[in-house]
């Protein structure tokens, strides 16, 4: 009596074991579900992020390039402005020569000439000594004025250019913030499904030894090893976004993508040209996926999809069928 109540104790405590890894093998499969979809939300934040970087070494560049322009500009309103000191200083000069001896009356210089043709030389000298000071003066003015003006729109547009400059800073900083995030996001649904997967094999030990034990008590047959749990079904495309008919072909390789990540499930090869490197992807028979790698054999309508195993990437083989762009 006592031999058969410890069996049947034991009977029970096997079901109640494998129900609860059971339980917990279902969790573990849906955290790790969750953690896909976040890493593909990771892949697609890494497109985004090397187009963030892009434009602001563009508008960096920019920015540099129209300091430069400034300096030269502020050297030319410099030199004018030495210029046009020189000149007034030269007017000065003369005036106050003219008037320390005198102005010089037309009629005087006609008298004092020694002939016609003397007397019209230094009635010109006078008029062009006059003219050439006034015509550098205001010559110099101009051009202090235009380069003024050029520096005054340069500024704005260095202005423009920078709040650009600072609003692409911002926003490259807010996609590496969100992409940290979702890393970290990632690695915690990691950790807790390893954690109970853990206790899934614990538990299935410890359900395995009370079979054990019961077949020693009745001497009953060992029950059959369970199946082991099958992979997790893909979801069916979701409604919306747009379809595109593409031939699909398997394969399984270790390494990296083109944009530098780790490959994994749901990593497919596009031809950039068609679908954008970033793009989620809705794949009948195979599940969410997002465009993350490119292939010298991946051309137009031509799409690879990874496997973990060479036999997952020989089962689906090369087929045509219709996926969904998001």
């Keep these: ?47 985004h992020l090397a187009a963030a970087q892009r434009r602001l070494g563009g508008l960096a560049a920019q920015s540099a390039a129209l300091r430069e322009r400034e300096d030269v500009l502020a050297q030319q309103a410099g030199a004018a402005r030495a210029t046009l000191e020189v000149s007034q200083q030269q007017l000065a000069d003369h005036l106050r020569s003219l008037y320390e001896t005198g102005s010089p009356d037309p009629l005087a210089v006609v008298l004092g000439a020694t002939s016609l043709q003397d007397a019209i030389a230094k009635l010109d000298s006078l008029s062009r000594i006059a003219d050439q000071n006034q015509q550098v003066v205001q010559v110099t003015l101009s051009a202090r004025s235009r380069v ?27 996609l590496a913030s969100t992409r940290s995030q979702r890393l970290s996001y990632v690695g915690s649904l990691r950790s807790r499904a390893r954690l109970k997967q853990a206790q899934v094999r614990s538990l299935l030990a410890a359900a395995r030894a009370s079979e054990v034990k019961s077949q020693q008590i009745v ?97 689906w083989g090369r087929r045509t069928i219709t996926i969904t762009l998001h």
């Design 1 to 47: 009596m006592l031999a058969l109540a410890a069996g049947s104790t034991a009977l029970a405590a096997g079901p109640g074991d494998r129900a609860k890894a059971h339980r917990l093998d279902v969790e573990a499969q849906a955290l790790d579900t969750k953690a896909h979809h976040a890493l593909l939300e990771v892949y697609a934040l890494d497109q």
């Design 148 to 174: 003024a003006r050029a520096l005054a729109a340069l500024a704005g547009e260095r202005r423009r250019v920078d709040a650009a400059l600072a609003a692409a800073a911002a926003a490259q900083q807010q």
């Design 219 to 315: 001497a009953q047959p060992t029950p059959a090893t369970p199946a082991p749990a099958p992979l997790p079904t893909q979801q069916p495309a979701p409604s919306g976004g747009r379809a595109l008919t593409v031939t699909a072909t398997g394969y399984s390789l270790p390494g990296h993508t083109a944009t530098g990540l780790p490959v994994g499930w749901g990593i497919v090869a596009v031809d950039p040209s068609v679908i954008p490197l970033g793009t989620k992807l809705t794949v009948p028979g195979y599940g969410e996926a997002v465009a993350a790698d490119v292939g010298s054999a991946v051309r137009g309508l031509d799409i690879d999809l990874w496997f973990p195993t060479l036999a997952q990437a020989q089962a």
